[in-house]
């Protein structure tokens, strides 16, 4: 009876994220990321026209833009990706969450003694220019997308830069990210949609 309720409460705090804890030094993975990270485009949208910019047309405007916007730049924590359909701007809160996503991803990795990595951002603001280029490429590419707004940010879920010569499995450090991004979405700081198809995590601030 006792065992049955000790499960029980492992199974009730980890609430469909993670599996519960097996064996003590045994890494447990986190699991159903789709159906866990399912925000649609609908409350990414609300969020993003809420506290984003104004579309602008093109990386002219980013100046000119309704709101300030930060440039995001590449450190040790994260690496921006080669940008093709999106320039590297965000609003100042999208950028903080960014910056409190990197840092918690690398303080969950050492306290799972594991290596360090740098996540890899691979799409934020899109201009309108740029929405209609990724249209011409990917017919079901959103006209509507949140990436508009400076609000949203994509980070890859299958890809890392190992910060020294240790290496860490992708599925380990995609576990960890996963776990960071739940803890954030559980706290109503950002939505997250799973992307199977483009390889990332598709992040929006609240």
């Given at each position: 009876?006792?065992?049955?309720?000790?499960?029980?409460?492992?199974?009730?705090?980890?609430?469909?994220?993670?599996?519960e804890p097996s064996k003590p030094g045994t890494f447990v993975y986190f699991k159903n990321y789709s159906s866990t990270f399912n925000d649609l485009n609908d409350k990414h949208l609300a969020a993003a026209k809420?506290?984003?910019i104004h579309p602008i047309a093109s990386i002219e405007e980013v100046?000119?833009?309704?709101?300030?916007?930060?440039?995001?730049?590449?450190?040790?924590?994260y690496q921006v990706d080669k940008l093709t359909h999106s320039i590297p701007y965000l609003v100042s809160e999208a950028h903080e969450l960014l910056e409190e996503i990197a840092e918690n991803f690398q303080d969950s990795l050492e306290a799972k003694h594991l290596p360090s990595h740098a996540l890899i951002v691979t799409s934020l603001?899109?201009?309108?220019?740029?929405?209609?280029?990724?249209?011409?490429?990917?017919?079901n590419a959103s006209a509507n997308s949140a990436h508009l707004f400076a609000?949203?940010?994509?980070?890859?879920?299958?890809?890392?830069?190992?910060?020294?010569?240790?290496?860490?499995?992708?599925?380990?450090?995609?576990?960890?990210?996963?776990?960071?991004?739940?803890?954030?979405?559980?706290?109503?700081?950002?939505?997250?949609?799973?992307?199977?198809?483009?390889?990332?995590?598709?992040?929006t601030v609240r």
């Open positions: 009876m006792r065992k049955w309720v000790w499960r029980l409460f492992f199974l009730l705090a980890l609430g469909g994220g993670c599996k809420q506290y984003g100046k000119r833009a309704s709101r300030p916007l930060k440039e995001v730049a590449s450190g040790r924590r603001l899109r201009t309108r220019a740029d929405v209609k280029k990724l249209r011409g490429k990917n017919g609000t949203t940010f994509d980070i890859a879920h299958a890809r890392y830069k190992p910060l020294g010569r240790e290496r860490a499995s992708v599925d380990k450090l995609k576990s960890v990210l996963a776990e960071v991004l739940q803890d954030l979405r559980r706290r109503r700081r950002c939505y997250v949609r799973y992307e199977y198809k483009q390889v990332c995590f598709h992040i």
